[in-house]
């Protein structure tokens, strides 16, 4: 079974993975050793730099008693050298995941289908289906369950809102959009969230978004391999800053890094409301809890 998306799980599956992530994360704190994923390895295909992704799933897997193989840009032929798909057959003979952190959704998919072992998707240009497990398993805790809790989105409609707005949907989060014209999330998107009874409303202004929000969540607003659109994006922006005022005493969210100064200021992610590195902590534990889950699977 592939992750490319938080919706190749089922609701029953994502709920599972989450009971999991949760289950584990209370063994780490008692600091119990397991051996989940003994003698098992992870390999990590990278295209795009990262902090949270690698040694959250690196170091997950020496928890869990198995290892994971760093393959950087310069490591490995993926798309230069040789086809994907020869990629990925090799590396399914090999390893027993494998994680790709890629630009071109379209080779996820590629790895998906010519790999004979798992493959997750640690994010594309198009979706971040592990940020939004993590997201889930972080607001979660702050609630105890999904039941009535609303989240507005403030930035651009990119792949971490794309992956949050479906994962919303699956467990019936309520969620709003506010976007700048021409940078809302895709109509696939929507739809795919719509299937799942609850697809978010959309806006383009950030007041009423979070108005009745009890959740707050950005992102930066020039993602990787966008930086010849940064000029355009910050005058397209202008008015989408998280700041204290407009944050008020709600929860925030941002899956990190953060642009400080840009989609928000420096006060408000220092502030108490701020729990991005609950985040990103649970990127570890949500992403252990699904690595234990597939590995059953099999």
Not at 269 to 281: F, K, L, R, Y
Request: charged letters at 25%; aromatic letters at 6%; one cysteine or more.
């Amino acid at each position: 079974m592939d992750i490319l998306d938080v919706d190749d799980l089922t609701t029953d599956e994502l709920t599972t993975v989450l009971d999991r992530a949760a289950a584990i994360k209370a063994d780490h704190g008692e600091g119990s050793p397991s051996d989940l994923l003994d003698q098992q390895t992870l390999g990590m295909i990278f295209e795009k730099p990262s902090t949270r992704t690698r040694v959250s799933f690196e170091t997950g897997m020496t928890q869990l008693g198995g290892h994971a193989v760093f393959l950087g840009p310069d490591d490995i032929h993926l798309g230069h050298g040789e086809p994907v798909k020869d990629t990925a057959r090799a590396l399914g003979r090999y390893v027993d995941f494998i994680m790709a952190r890629v630009f071109d959704h379209a080779d996820a998919e590629e790895l998906a289908e010519y790999a004979e072992v798992p493959v997750i998707n640690g994010l594309t240009d198009d979706a971040h289906p592990c940020q939004t497990l993590a997201d889930l398993l972080t607001i979660r805790e702050q609630f105890g369950d999904f039941d009535d809790v609303s989240v507005a989105w403030v930035g651009d409609g990119n792949n971490v809102c794309q992956s949050f707005a479906i994962g919303a949907a699956m467990v019936g989060i309520d969620l709003t959009v506010a976007t700048p014209e021409g940078y809302g999330i895709s109509e696939n998107v929507a739809d795919r969230a719509a299937a799942f009874g609850n697809a978010p409303e959309t806006t383009h202004d950030p007041e009423a978004a979070v108005a009745d929000a009890d959740v707050v969540y950005s992102d930066v607003w020039v993602s990787m391999g966008q930086e010849d659109q940064r000029g355009q994006k910050l005058e397209d922006f202008e008015g989408f800053q998280i700041t204290t005022d407009l944050l008020g005493d709600r929860p925030f969210m941002h899956c990190l890094p953060a642009h400080r100064g840009e989609e928000v200021t420096d006060d408000a992610i220092e502030s108490e409301n701020a729990v991005v590195w609950d985040q990103a902590e649970n990127r570890l534990h949500a992403q252990k809890g699904l690595l234990v889950w597939l590995s059953e699977q099999a």
